[in-house]
């Protein structure tokens, strides 16, 4: 059934391009753009994808906002993770309704939020911060986004313990993410994927010896690149500038190994990743 | 709590690199590989996460399956969709549980899988396909992953219709999509998504106009490329040979708007897209 | 012998990053920037690679210019062509010291005074424009750079012939490029190289047909990207933004064939390049 | 004027896409292809860019070399630089006809043919290498190419010195980049440029010190990366694979400067890359 927008839905006005505002509707309140402003009760009662003129005449349309429009318009302290990322960390952790996440580094909130639209509503996130006035951002903005429910947000020093056992995926986004392996490696279940964030090749490379020495397998590291073209008939061609890098994605699997175990094993070769990558 | 394996579940055989077994496990099984066999009654009764020995000593990890194991592993007639391009198609189309899904051209059902793992329990994918013998494999690939309950099958053209209203997302992975542009905006609800996937720039031409003329807003098209790192401490590089391109993902949102309304608006910037996009 | 600055040199003062000045030293001038002036008879009697301080006591170093200076010094009217590009077709039209070159698109000379630079002295470059207000930006360019005198600047409509015959290389930097093929076929000796450089997708099509039909072998279409890092001791990346595309660089080399003939060999085949390159 | 191929020319003489053969041609001389033999007699006399068929019917057109001819066909030993990286280097220190390069680790020689083709007829190329068995393959590969005249090959660890001084363009092509950065330095006159080239992220950070140790400024790193394109009317892509990572080139300028001159100036600053590059 198509959804009729109500008083303190979520809207997102679509003028074009990047021109877009994320608003909670009020029936007393305008929405003021560069394009003129829009009375609130012009909003109500019209369906999403129905299109509202402002005061000047010109056109917005009326969109629900999906979990990426939360990301792109939320109010942030920190560095987010891009949408580009927080899909290959979707894909390649086989996150689910239902799954169990830690997360070490809330920062904004930002891919709290995205882990979280995923895992609702019978899945949970548990996302440690080492500063109070982060944790007030994402609570914020996980508020906003209606997922602050299946969301435990809590302040400490996650290297101490996440408080969590047998969670499916554990996600690092700190600029030390090698001194919390163990920390996660305790938080998941047998087989459990470990994802860290990092922008430079040196954490990668110590987040990736912590993980071989702590009991991972399958690590692998990658970086993903997002060109957006210009499409035009006739004219079709690749954007002229691009986002050149945000940060290298360590993913891996725990294994109950001692050194032993995986010294006997094929250790040698453990985090060989094939030369090709899709 | 730890899962246990059990007979009939599903394990990852790991022993390193890309050398990897996806196997159902049965007590009187053996499963052979360059590396020695593996008596199914030996994993019967550990834990995801432990090692089994093979009959030559090797070292196999015993992981639990995610869905990227399912669809790197999968049965394929076709071309499958990249785990870097389904990430990002989870992450721009706002997929989450319960959401409602068309696919046209289910081919070896890969891309079903992921997006049926992102939207069960309480959500469908309706998938459609144009040939038998792909959707034979389809629901084989669909079974083996568990998934099966979570997508229905159907032959036939979806340009005729998808037999379904108010999706949330459609999902259009053939070779002419621009035909099928109107199925599936009546098949969405107000502001619902669309992900047209095209290996070439011809094919995102036609179905950009296809999709400015039926009524769609917010098109975007990009292109995901993945680079893998060979970490090795003091000798950190990306790998050598890399997946140049897949394919091409053209995003838009459905709108309620008629030829005029649009020509009204913006619409000489609709589909702009901003120059830069991570 | 270490070159002493003399009246009249170009240096490029070199502050730091992109903090730098290309300009002619005269004796009685001073240059002007944001970290102070400098005296130009300060400069005059130095060697390239010495400091000079400014008013302010800011160390400027004394570089000589080289042609990459003049190209991203250059005064500009039109897109230039960037040194990624220049190189990749130095390298694949084996452009050397006496090559004759001809070029189709002037511009701003930025291209031009590249391939001058490689193919002085006992070379030259032919190069035509239909903008006059070009070719004077373009001859006060190469004056500066001190390479007009290995250049034909001429006003005109290339697809009425380049007035040269036996050329080694022919550049094409036009908005229609294939409209001149026919004159750069004729323009070319035999096996001679052609290269056409243009930014949309739609563009490489009809050019690459019209080569193949008027007497071209070995066509290959390629882009070059450049990622610059950010290197700094234990916390090397890439740069967050980049250049996401300039233009595809079309190569091929001219053959003596009528259609007949190009149809009795291999064809179907011309063209078809191979999947990797470097 | 047209030229004719005879007796004892190099002619690559090509079918399509990669079947390509670089022969030199003698009278008596058959040239056997899957594609059937065509003998040297039928080739002698005959003009670049004219076809030959072979005794099967087949098409070959008798191109002439250009020297990334050579570079992809020589005979090699080491891991050769490819055209992409040779062309951003040729763009980015200038090197012209005269220009005086010092090379260190000649490998098989691909990359001194490049240059030296470059630097002819007046310039030249001193070559140093650790290892006979490579300079033999280099020799050999630098005679084929005709271009051994303008180079001076020497066995020898470069660390000790290249024996010249004033030279404009440094290639430092070795596994221990930063044990040489004093010799270049020696051997450049003021402001000559040193491009070094190294696989791997640590090996970059090391010469980045190095350098700027040594006295050099304006230090730049980045990577080149190639895509090619298939093109065919109204289904052009880019091709599947590519080449993911070859080298990263590190770029210099030569100052005199002390440690304490560096200091004194804007040496924090130095080595800023701006974030974007073409």
Redesign the interface.
Known sequence: ???VISEGDDVLL?????K?WLVKVKVDKKVHTHAGYIEGSNIIGK?????VKSNLG??F????P????YVLKCERKTQVV???D????????????GSIVVEAGTGSGALTM?LA??????GHVYSMELKEEFLDVARRNLKRSGLLDYVTLSLGDASQGFGVI?ADVAVIDVGDPWRLVESAWRAL?????IVSIS????Q??KT??ALLRTGF??????????????????????????????A?L?FA?????DEK?LK???TE??????????
């Open positions: 059934m198509e959804e679509y003028l074009s391009g990047d877009r369906r999403y994808g129905e299109a010109r056109n349309w009326l969109l629900k999906t979990v990426e429009d891009y949408p580009k927080m899909g290959l960390i979707a894909a390649k952790t086989g996150l689910t309704s995205f639209n995923i895992v609702k509503p019978t047998d279940k047998g087989a459990g994927k922008p430079t090749m040196n990668v490379e990736y010896e397998v399958d690590v692998e590291c990658v970086e993903v690149l997002v060109r957006s073209m210009q499409v035009k008939s006739g004219a079709t061609r690749p954007s002229t500038r691009m986002i050149g890098h945000t290298y360590t699997r725990k294994v109950f190994g175990t006997e094993g094929d070769s453990i985090g060989v990743v094939s030369d090709e990558e899709g």
